[in-house]
């Protein structure tokens, strides 16, 4: 069996013999980080059905794309979703490929073969709901897979609802708070003055305002869809 172990804190390799190693970088890069793929190699648990469901995988930072290799070696079907972003440095700018969802890969495995993927290290659970492995839709990550293929801009985005507390970051209104209100054709934020028990409603940009962390949702109230 391949398995994949540690050569430095930010290397890993895929060992197949005492006396053979493989670097994860030689995979071909159109395997690894665009539609995921699974590797048959010939075990008797092969994950190819289509009944197997996919799991997302909590992961060691910045591990994403080696185990994603790692695991399409082991004759998994592996998904890291990337997308491009640019870095700025002192002397240069740079488009890397970043994760879409850093900290997990989606993995689509069977439970009788939940051990051989967990023991694949900096891999540190599969994602749960209440206690047991929630399995990922299909049709999330068909969705997932033809916008990475597709190479649309795309980028990771807070996951904000009706009712959610937000902060604007940009524009005039930066820094002001309040509840996120979304109408049929635009996003407004919701500022109350608690003790008049009186709001206003102001119309925002959507991609202007993140989530503020740690405080719950306003009363129902405020929240008029």
């Not at 994860?24 to 539609?35: Q, R, Y």
């Not at 079907?77 to 740079?94: C, G, I, L, N, V």
């Not at 635009?186 to 109350?192: G, N, P, R």
């Amino acid at each position: 069996m391949r398995e994949l172990y540690p050569t430095s804190s930010s290397e890993y390799s895929v060992v197949t013999n005492p006396s053979t190693t493989i670097p994860v970088d030689i995979v071909p890069l159109d395997i690894v980080g665009l539609g995921g793929v699974s590797v048959d190699l010939g075990g008797s648990d092969s994950p190819a059905s289509e009944a197997v469901p996919w799991y997302a995988l909590a992961v060691k930072h910045q591990h994403e794309r080696a185990i994603e290799a790692a695991l399409v070696y082991k004759g998994f079907e592996a998904f890291s979703p990337m997308y491009r972003s640019r870095r700025q440095w002192s002397d240069r700018t740079k488009e890397i490929d970043v994760p879409l969802f850093s900290g997990y890969v989606f993995c689509r495995f069977s439970q009788e073969a939940k051990a051989r993927v967990l023991n694949t290290p900096a891999i540190s659970r599969v994602v749960e709901f209440g206690g047991r492995p929630a399995p990922v839709a299909d049709a999330d990550i068909e969705a997932i897979r033809a916008i990475v293929t597709a190479r649309a801009p795309v980028r990771p985005w807070p996951h904000l609802k009706p009712g959610d507390r937000v902060r604007v970051e940009r524009g005039p209104l930066r820094g002001v708070e309040g509840v996120l209100l979304r109408g049929r054709d635009a996003v407004e934020l919701i500022v109350s003055v608690e003790l008049l028990q009186r709001s206003v409603a102001v119309r925002v940009d959507a991609a202007s305002v993140v989530p503020v962390t740690g405080l719950c949702r306003s009363r129902a109230a405020h929240l008029r869809l």
